[in-house]
Every structure is written in structure tokens, then in C-alpha cells.
């Protein structure tokens, strides 16, 4: 089979599909590889370490992708593009189909089968594939680091000549994979760290990574692992809890998110006018309608005291490892469907059907269908 290896296109989007050493193990596999020109540049991977990798070269996005059983991308590729893929072919990126009715009907007709990346079950089974949690897991790491950046003090103590400066305090808001990293990072570089999540197990993960637990009492445990919204009393009862630490802190990361919904509001702007002049707020809910008020995406804003940082890419900012983490999800998903050069998705496998958008005509997710037809 021949794979492709798309150039993304969105501005802020520096990471590629598959980097050299990852393209030779899927070569292994029984497949030929052919890079769009230039496609891994931006995340410090060159032409040259392709072609060192016995990965071929197409400067042609149409001839490219016409020629391709297999078309790897990131981002999802444009309409446009889709069409130019062969009925039958694959298709491995993240999809986001819910805001891409468009493109989810061009799939369909163009009779792509699509491996949607961000379907990846969230079994143990999967974890080797699940690029949302490597991404997040990297979006995380940075996130402290690009909120240091904005603060006009330092995150550790630090005695000196004339005294000694206090540690920041870090309050990460929401604990799954990206705030329990961010967590862990604030920690390492000597923050005083708190966090707060509404499911309780969250408590445990929270202290294994040297913060204390924020404790409002909630178990909002929702299906497959992931939160459900809260009541409006539930609401309430955070709120009280929070506001005194929220306004203790010099630097908040916020990551909660709910499946399907808006990014949960986490502070309002009657709790930013209460924070500290030049606290800062990463709002990692930004992409998807902030978890504070005054969030806007993609900027950096003075809010009264605050300066709110609305990153909508994070893992772009970090796109050598996070293109080598998404490659390897990839090789791993790969390795499930291609037999000695010979494309066989097992469509019994739980793994292969969660991640199919589309197949032989169909929109094959019953999410997606009820949203899209
Ligand atoms: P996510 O991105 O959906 O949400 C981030 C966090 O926000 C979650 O911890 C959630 O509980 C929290 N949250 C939601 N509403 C909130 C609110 N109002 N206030 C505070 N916090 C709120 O989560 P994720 O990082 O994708 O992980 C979700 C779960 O899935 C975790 O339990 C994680 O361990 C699990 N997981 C399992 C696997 C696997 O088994 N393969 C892989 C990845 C994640």
C-alpha cells in the first residue's frame, strides 16, 4: 500500500502526521511512504531525514493524495482534498466531527473509510493509539511554562541577599491527563500547587504529583470515566469552596472539559475582579468557549487584574515530540490493519469500529450520524 503524509495547512499548526523513524517501522509493514514536501519541516523534521528514511517526496497535494491508499494528517484535511482521495481509501487524522459536518459528508460520499483519532476508545487496550492523551499530556507540560512567561514573578522560593521570595501558588482546575501534568510540571519547578477536579479519584492523582486537593465534596463521576455537568447546587457549592483559592493565586491553569458540551465555566468575573493584580490564567478551554469568563481564544488579554492566556494549539508549541507522540499512535493504530502490505480493518474489533467515522458510504458513528443526517 502507499501512504501519504500530509503538509497541515492551519496556520497555527506545526506538527506532522509521521516523523522518519517512526515512517521506517511502518515501511516494515509492508507499505511505501511518500512525505508532501516540506510537510515535517515545521516540526524540525527535513526533507533529508525523510529521504534517509527511504520516505519519497511529492511537492503535488493533488497527485499526492490521488495516488494514496492510506492519507495521514493531523488536522483535518480540507474538502477539497478529501476529493481528491481515492473511493476506498484510509483516512487517519483527527476529525472533529462534530463542528465539520462538510467535511464528514465528503468522507461519506467519496466513500473514505476514516479513522477519526480523537474516537480512539479510552480502553487500556488503546492507550498505545489514544492521541488525544498524548497531545494532552504534552499540552499540559507547557502549559505553567508558557503561563510563567506572563507573570512578573518566579515560580520557586528563591533566598537572596536581601531576602527571600516567596513560592508561587499554582491552582490547576480540572485533572485529567493535561491538568495533572500541568500540575506535575508547576510542582518540578517548585510552585506551591493545589488542584481541583469533580471526580474524587482525582484527589489521589493530585497528591502523587506533590499537589494538595482542593475538596468541594462533588463526585460528579459521568460516563466512561469522564465528568458529567453539575447541578446548578453543585455549582453553588464550588463556587464557595473555590473563590478563596482562586483569588490566592498568582498563576491558574484551567483544562476541564465535559464530552459534547461547551468547556465547563470554572471563574467568573466577579472571581477574576477578586485575583491578585498580575495573576495570570491559562484557559485551556479556550478552543472550545473558555472555562473562565473573558477568555478569548487564540489571544492574551488584560482582564482587571489578570492576564488571561487563551492558547487554542498547545501542542503545535511543542511539535517535534508531540508529531513523535502522534506518529506512534499512529504506527500503533497501523499495525492493527495493515497485514504484509494488505489494508484489512477488523470490523469486530471494538477498537476499529469506535474509531470508524466513515466506511463504504456510511457515516458509521451513531453520534456523529444523528448530528450530521
Ligand atoms: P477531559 O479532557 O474530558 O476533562 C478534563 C478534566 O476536567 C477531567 O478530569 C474532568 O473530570 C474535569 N472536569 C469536568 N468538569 C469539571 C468541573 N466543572 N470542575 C472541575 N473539573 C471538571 O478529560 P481527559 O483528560 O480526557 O480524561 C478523562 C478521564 O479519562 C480520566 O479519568 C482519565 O484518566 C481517563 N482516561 C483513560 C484513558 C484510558 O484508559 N485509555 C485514556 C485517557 C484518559
Do not use: W
Not at 41 to 53: E, F, G, H
Not at 115 to 120: H, K, S, T
Amino acid at each position: 500500500v502507499k501512504i501519504a503524509i500530509l503538509k497541515e495547512t492551519q496556520p497555527d499548526e506545526r506538527r506532522v502526521a509521521m516523523i522518519p523513524a517512526v515512517a521506517q517501522r511502518i515501511a516494515k509493514l509492508g507499505a511505501d511512504l511518500v512525505l508532501e514536501q516540506g510537510a515535517g519541516s515545521a516540526a524540525t523534521y527535513t526533507d533529508d531525514a525523510y529521504t534517509k528514511a527511504q520516505v519519497t517526496q511529492e511537492p503535488d497535494t493533488g497527485k499526492l493524495v490521488a495516488d494514496a491508499d492510506i492519507v495521514l494528517a493531523v488536522q483535518p484535511p480540507s474538502v477539497e482534498t478529501v476529493k481528491k482521495m481515492k473511493p476506498g481509501a484510509l483516512l487517519v487524522s483527527f476529525i472533529y466531527a462534530q463542528s465539520q459536518p462538510e467535511l464528514v459528508k465528503a468522507l461519506r460520499d467519496g466513500k473514505i473509510t476514516t479513522f477519526a483519532m480523537e474516537l480512539i476508545p479510552r480502553i487500556s487496550r488503546a492507550q498505545a493509539m489514544d492521541a488525544l492523551s498524548s497531545q494532552a499530556a504534552l499540552a499540559g507540560y507547557y502549559a505553567p511554562l508558557l503561563g510563567s512567561v506572563h507573570m512578573q514573578k518566579i515560580l520557586p522560593m528563591m533566598t537572596t541577599a536581601v531576602g527571600s521570595l516567596r513560592a508561587a501558588r499554582v491552582l490547576v482546575m480540572g485533572l485529567g491527563v493535561a491538568g495533572l501534568q500541568a500540575l506535575a510540571t508547576a510542582h518540578r519547578l517548585g510552585a506551591v500547587c493545589e488542584g481541583y477536579d469533580v471526580r474524587p479519584e482525582t484527589k489521589e492523582e493530585a497528591e502523587s504529583v506533590g499537589a494538595k486537593f482542593v475538596d468541594t465534596g462533588i463526585d460528579a463521576r459521568g460516563a466512561g470515566g469522564y465528568a458529567r455537568e453539575l447541578t446548578a447546587d453543585e455549582k453553588a457549592k464550588v463556587r464557595a469552596t473555590l473563590s478563596q483559592h482562586i483569588a490566592q493565586a498568582d498563576l491558574i491553569i484551567t483544562t476541564a472539559a465535559v464530552p459534547g458540551r461547551k468547556a465547563p465555566r470554572l471563574i467568573d468575573a466577579e472571581q477574576l475582579a477578586g485575583m491578585k493584580e498580575g495573576s495570570v490564567v491559562v484557559d485551556m478551554g479556550a478552543p472550545n468557549g473558555g472555562n473562565c469568563e473573558g477568555t478569548k481564544a487564540g489571544e492574551i488579554v488584560k482582564v482587571g487584574p489578570v492576564v488571561m492566556v487563551g492558547p487554542t494549539n498547545l501542542p503545535s508549541s511543542l511539535a517535534a515530540q508531540a508529531s513523535e507522540l502522534y506518529a506512534k499512535n499512529i504506527y500503533n493504530l497501523l499495525e492493527q490493519v495493515l497485514h504484509d502490505g494488505v489494508l484489512k480493518p477488523d470490523f469486530t474489533d471494538e477498537v476499529i469500529t469506535g474509531t470508524t467515522l466513515t466506511h463504504d458510504g456510511k457515516i458509521t458513528n451513531a453520534a456523529i450520524l444523528k448530528v450530521i443526517e
